[in-house]
């Protein structure tokens, strides 16, 4: 009982630490599409633990929506969510709102051409490999303005993301960029619909051969989490997309958590915490974390 007590004040000090958390905001330059477009500056939340040392960091990538207005919405994350648990870890986050979301503003460059009309048929070509190389920009620009930072310990950088997030997490660690050790995909794709096309996105058979494209220059270790409840993938298209990564040489571990309990699963990493905290907990204990 004593140390049923001993950890509830810990994690209840845990708790008031990250509530009690306000980012730095900053701004990192990122280049344009086009040589004509000059520089955008990126607006990023950074999160650190107390005292003065190198951190470890996560690059936490955030979702996407078809909406303008619901784009324009993105603010950083709040930090009594998931970013509470990696403050608890000893890691530093960094956040950046993409070109296209929030205060950094901007067109919207991670559009990958999927229309649904009101019946939830499909129509125009994907190209999810333009928006998620689009999104990885973000994370190559975020990585360079780390190696600056005296703070980061730049040899140990986990990439994380949810949705369009964590495809641009496998995306970046495609590219295997120094000090990258490890990403995690929390229920990434891009496509969806939960609601003209629940459990059915637009383009999966294509989102499948870029799986099996990523899987072939894969070198760091990743944990692939989708919710068996998803309402933008379901459960089967994930596992096949993963199958892809694997088939193209990619290793990675893949886990279907049980359902998220009254929410969409595709919300895994806001309302999932009981599901996924085990398994990264473990990912990081293997990474030596």
């Known amino acids: 009982m004593a140390g049923v007590l001993v950890l509830g004040c810990v ?38 633990p107390p005292g003065d040392r190198k951190w470890p960091v996560l690059i936490y990538s955030h979702g996407r929506s078809g909406s ?4 324009r ?9 998931h970013v509470r648990y990696w403050l608890q ?17 901007g067109g919207d460059r991670e559009y990958s051409g999927v229309r649904y009309d009101i019946f939830g048929n499909c129509w125009g070509p994907p190209y999810f490999d333009r928006a998620a190389s689009a999104a990885a920009t973000a994370i190559t620009a ?8 005296p703070w980061a310990d730049t040899d140990r950088i986990v990439l994380a993301g949810s949705s369009m997030g964590g495809l641009t997490s496998i995306a970046s660690a495609a590219a295997n960029p120094p000090g990258v050790v490890a990403y995690i995909n929390f229920a990434g794709g891009t496509g969806g619909d939960s609601g003209r096309a629940p459990k059915h996105s637009c383009g999966s058979e294509e989102m499948a051969v870029l799986m099996r494209s990523y899987g072939k220059t894969t070198h760091v270790p990743g944990l692939w989490i989708y ?18 990564f694997s088939s193209g040489g990619g290793h990675t571990e893949f886990v279907m958590t049980d359902p998220v309990p009254n929410s969409d699963g595709h919300l895994l990493l806001a309302r999932g915490g009981r599901l996924w905290t085990e398994h990264v907990d473990r990912f990081l204990t293997e990474l030596g974390f």
């Open 89 to 105: 870890k000893g890691f530093a986050v960094v956040a950046p709102i993409r070109p296209g979301y929030g205060d950094t503003g």
């Open 68 to 71: 303008d207005l619901d784009r």
């Open 142 to 149: 975020t990585l360079d303005w780390l190696r600056r930072q």
């Open 73 to 81: 919405g993105i603010k950083p994350p709040d930090p009594r969510g």
């Open 227 to 244: 919710a068996e409840n998803d309402l933008y993938w379901g459960a089967e298209w994930p596992r096949a997309w993963y199958r892809a």
């Open 11 to 48: 994690a209840a000090f845990g708790v008031a630490r990250a509530q009690s958390v306000t980012p730095e905001i900053v701004q990192i330059v990122i280049a344009g599409p086009r040589l004509s477009d000059g520089e955008i500056r990126m607006v990023t939340a950074v999160y650190k």
